[in-house]
């Protein structure tokens, strides 16, 4: 099945993330948000750059996510650009993560924001933080790679 056929359309993408941290593992999260930040995500208004994600009470909430005001109403029933979001991940997932964040100490990142088959999704991260040298290594692997791609394509 497609992409296109399941309705699955990227909003935002988190490429910054897979720079500054290492991925660990990988998570499917709902986010309960309210009606014009729905709108604004569908318009394609929301900023991952800054966002991690908290475990707190036995839930997760998502924090300093950017999602622009609606333009189209009015400014009273706008909503606060960067409000703590709850996010919605099965009890399970909750208890797995808990135990990873605070044993291991990984952080939680969101790495995209996408709408399936009408819903706002994001994919969340367990990650751990590169060191300097580490990101230099894969500056470094990504270069040879570009220039063995290079030489075949010349071979």
């Known amino acids: 099945m497609s ?3 399941e309705g699955y359309k990227v909003i935002s993408d988190n490429r910054q ?36 994600a908290l475990l707190r009470d036995g839930e997760a909430w998502l924090i300093n996510v950017h999602i622009s005001p609606y333009t189209a109403s009015g400014q009273y029933f706008n909503h606060e650009p960067r409000r703590t979001r709850k996010l919605l991940l099965r009890r399970d997932e909750l208890r797995k993560l808990i135990g990873k964040v605070e044993q291991q100490g990984l ?3 969101p790495l995209k924001m996408y709408l399936k088959r009408g819903w ?17 290594e894969d500056i470094k692997k990504r270069q040879d790679q570009r220039e063995m791609q290079r030489a075949m394509k010349v071979y």
């Open 107 to 109: 952080t939680l990142i």
């Open 17 to 52: 993330a897979r720079y500054l941290y290492e991925i660990l593992e990988t998570y499917e999260a709902g986010i309960q948000l309210t009606g014009t930040e729905v709108k604004s995500i569908r318009a394609g208004k929301a900023n991952l750059q800054d966002g991690y």
């Open 120 to 136: 706002v999704k994001i994919s969340i991260a367990l990650a751990k933080g590169k060191k300097i040298h580490d990101k230099r």
């Open 3 to 5: 992409e296109k056929s």
